[in-house]
């Protein structure tokens, strides 16, 4: 049931905060959009507002995020102007706002968006599963509170076993901790309930990462196979490192034991940069 309030026309000058578009760096081998979809939001069976025309700034706002991130911002933050209480519209742009802070823009001002709007979700709705995906986000990405996130994304899967989005992100956090091994299993695990090609590239990107080649490069060909019209399984296949050490993978020595938490390659890679 929908009973929180808030006027947000105080949210509209952090737009200003935004750097301008940019396109992706060519370094990069691989990209996160698989998660990046899923922690925005699920394909929803419903409208997920009661105000059709704050649904449509929503939606609009999906499908511009891959290509003009500023704007995708301003349409969400058109959707809570017109609809205080859609919760999803908050969880989405936290996830939005500490993504940007992890690989982009990692000012004060950003960091502190990702956590109001996550507060604002899970004040809403605490069990809700777009809120556990915010705030979950928020540790991860923005505070690197590792062990947090763990439990958030932990309380997730338990609340909702068949959202393979909590198992991936379980997978991500327990690759910050070394254990890469244990990341693999819940990777294959999501991947068998939900056969996607965000599967698929989330265990390519597993792989990469702990500088397995070979595995990668079979994840890489599974994808171009599953989806021979796309222009990423090539490019997988592209970067396919030769050598160990590649300076696209800054990984950390593996730490079986996982206790310490690792760098990600993707934690500031743009420093001064631009994002789109």
Known sequence: MKAFRLSV????????LVPACGGEPAEEPAEEAAV??????????????DVPEAQAAYDESMELWSTDGRASLAKLHEAIQLDPEFLEAYATLSNRYARIHQQYDR??????????????????????????????????????????????YSRGANLYPENTLFIRMQAHVARRAGDWDGALELLQRSEEMEPTLDAIQAIL?????????????????????????STLG??????RPTWPGSPSTRTATRDPSGSSWLPSPRDGRRPGGTWK
């Not at 925005?40 to 997920?48: D, G, K, Q, S, W």
């Not at 777009?130 to 958030?152: F, Q, T």
């Not at 990107?205 to 490069?217: D, P, T």
């Not at 090539?234 to 970067?239: D, M």
């Open 36 to 49: 990046e979809v899923e922690e925005a939001a699920a394909e929803p069976e419903a409208p997920l507002s």
């Open 107 to 152: 000012s004060d001002s950003i960091a502190q968006n990702a956590l109001t709007f996550a507060e604002q979700a899970m004040e809403m709705d605490p069990d809700a599963w777009a809120s556990l995906s915010a705030m979950g986000a928020y540790h991860y990405r923005v505070e690197k509170d590792y062990p947090n996130a763990l439990e958030i």
């Open 205 to 229: 990107e597993n792989h990469y990462y702990n500088r397995r080649w070979e595995e990668a490069a079979a994840a890489a060909r599974e994808h171009a196979q599953r989806a021979p019209n």
């Open 234 to 239: 090539p490019s997988n296949l592209a970067w």
């Open 9 to 16: 026309s105080w949210a509209l000058p952090f737009l200003l």
